[in-house]
């Protein structure tokens, strides 16, 4: 839902006067419209600084103050759009009760493809990620960001690669090491 800008405060304030005020009057008329012009101007002046600090519509320093700071997710050497993705799987994660909806949607945005979620046993899962590739960095973001996503005391893994050869798989929790190691197939 955005804010809907007024465009004639001057127009509006002088319609709802009554005409017998400012009738044959032209000064009243000037100082009521002068005096409503500076609404006009701090309204526009607020619309454009809601406009600048969306999402969407940020850039650079914008998207690192205040959402990177807001979510703890430096920059580092992303792109404006990649940094803007981010911030949106973030947002997700930390907003997450650890449902699988949440887990799915933030894997497969920050791989940018198609995700898969099975329950392996009592607090256990692994999350397939079919496509997609990422460098170290981003990698280390997505463990951060499935953490975040993912229930306390909850044991998972990412499997990413393409269906029916090696993956390579993030197991955070549970013998296997943190980080990405060689692991099979689902």
Not at 45 to 62: K, V
Not at 88 to 116: H, K, L, P, Q, T
Not at 153 to 161: P, S
Not at 168 to 173: E, R, S
């Amino acid at each position: 839902m955005g804010v809907t800008p007024i465009t004639d405060h001057a127009a509006q304030g002088l319609a709802i006067l009554p005409q017998s005020l400012w009738a044959g009057s032209t000064a009243y008329r000037e100082l009521v419209s002068a005096l409503l012009g500076q609404v006009q101007l701090a309204e526009d002046l607020s619309i454009d600084c809601i406009d600048l600090r969306q999402l969407d519509a940020a850039e650079g320093d914008q998207l690192d103050i205040p959402y990177g700071v807001l979510v703890e997710l430096p920059r580092l050497d992303a792109t404006d759009d990649e940094y803007r993705l981010l911030l949106r799987c973030a947002f997700r994660a930390n907003n997450s009760d650890g449902c699988y909806e949440d887990v799915i949607w933030v894997a497969s945005e920050a791989m940018g493809a198609d995700a898969r979620y099975r329950q392996e046993g009592t607090a256990c899962y692994r999350v397939q990620v079919i496509g997609g590739e990422a460098s170290e960095v981003q990698r280390a973001r997505i463990l951060d960001l499935l953490g975040r996503a993912s229930p306390v005391g909850v044991r998972w893994e990412l499997v990413a690669g393409p269906v029916g050869v090696m993956q390579l798989t993030i197991t955070p929790m549970g013998s296997a090491p943190m980080g990405w190691v060689v692991g099979g197939t689902l």
